[in-house]
C-alpha cells in the first residue's frame, strides 16, 4: 500500500463493524450525522462535483453525497470497510492510508478528512494528512476535516457518570486528557487511540499544509452533551428550532471547543 501501517487497536477497533451504526444508533450520532449533512451541503462548491472521501470507513457520508448527484471516490485504510463502501452505489472504494492517497494531483472538487486527523496523534502526520488532501483539491476546490475537540472527553466522562454508566476511565485520567488531548486506547472501551485538538490547534495545521486562514464550524455544539437530547431529535419542531439556533452560532470563536467535534474547511489557492 505504502510506508504507513495503521495501529493494531484502531484497525481492530474498525475491524469490530461498531462505528458502522454509530451516526445512527443514538440521538447524539443522529444530531451529528444531520449536522454535517447540513454543513457540507451548504459548504461545498457546488453541484456535481468530484468528491474524495478520505478514511470514510464504510462510506455513510459518501452514500448521500453520491445520492446528491456527486462523484465520490472513499479511501479508507481498513479493507474490510472498504469492501462494505465499494457495494454502494455510485461510490469508488479503495484501500489507503490519508498521508499518502493513491489519487493524482488536483484530481477533485472537494476532499473531506471525516475522521483520520482524530486518529493520527503526530502533529506531523495530521500536518502531511491534510497537505496531501490540498495536493489532490483542484485550484478553487474545498479542503475540509472534521476533528474531535480538546473537551470531549472529559464532558463524556461527565455525562455518562451523571447517568450511571461506567466509562471504563477514571477521573484523573479524563482530566489529563483535557489537558493534553492524548487517549489511548487501553484507557477505555468504547474508542480507541486518538488525539483530541484545539479548535487553534488544527487551524495552525491547515495553515502549515498551505491552507491559510481557514473558516471553522462547531458540529453539534453545546447542545450535543444534553442528556436528554432524544426529546429533541425525534420532535419535528423541536429538530428544526434545534438545527436553526446551531447555524446561528455554529462559527462564533467563544463556542466552538464546546462542542464534541469541529468541523475545518478551506479553499484551494
Do not use: K
Not at 456527486?70 to 470497510?81: A, C, F, K, R
Not at 484507557?187 to 495552525?204: G, I, K, N, V, W
Amino acid at each position: 500500500m505504502n510506508e504507513y501501517e495503521l495501529e493494531a487497536e484502531i484497525a481492530a477497533y474498525y475491524a469490530r463493524g461498531g462505528e458502522r451504526e454509530r451516526l445512527s444508533r443514538n440521538a447524539r450520532g443522529r444530531l451529528e450525522f444531520a449536522r454535517m449533512q447540513d454543513l457540507l451541503r451548504r459548504l461545498l462548491p457546488g453541484d456535481g462535483l468530484d468528491v474524495l472521501d478520505v478514511g470514510g470507513a464504510t462510506g455513510a457520508h459518501s452514500s448521500w453525497l453520491a445520492a446528491d448527484g456527486h462523484e465520490v471516490t472513499l479511501v479508507d485504510p481498513v479493507p474490510s470497510q472498504v469492501a462494505v463502501a465499494a457495494e454502494l452505489p455510485g461510490v469508488t472504494a479503495l484501500v489507503g492510508d490519508a498521508r499518502d492517497l493513491p489519487c493524482e494531483d488536483a484530481a477533485f472538487d472537494a476532499v473531506l478528512l471525516m475522521g483520520p486527523l482524530y486518529h493520527l496523534t503526530d502533529r506531523e502526520d495530521r500536518v502531511r494528512a491534510i497537505a496531501e488532501a490540498r495536493r489532490c483539491a483542484r485550484p478553487g476546490g474545498t479542503v475540509a476535516a472534521v476533528t474531535i475537540n480538546r473537551s470531549a472527553g472529559w464532558a463524556d466522562w461527565l455525562l455518562f457518570t451523571a447517568h450511571g454508566i461506567d466509562r471504563s476511565i477514571s477521573a484523573e485520567d479524563s482530566l489529563r486528557i483535557l489537558r493534553d488531548g492524548d487517549l489511548r486506547h487501553y484507557e477505555q472501551d468504547m474508542f480507541t487511540t486518538a488525539y483530541l485538538a484545539h479548535p487553534s490547534e488544527t487551524a495552525a495545521e491547515f495553515a502549515d499544509a498551505g491552507l491559510a486562514a481557514p473558516d471553522q464550524y462547531a458540529v453539534q455544539g453545546f447542545p450535543g452533551f444534553l442528556p436528554d437530547l432524544e426529546n429533541l431529535i425525534d420532535d419535528d419542531e423541536a429538530r428544526a428550532h434545534l438545527m436553526d439556533g446551531l447555524r446561528v452560532i455554529e462559527r462564533e470563536p467563544s463556542l466552538l471547543g464546546a462542542s464534541n467535534h469541529l468541523l475545518t474547511v478551506a479553499t484551494v489557492p
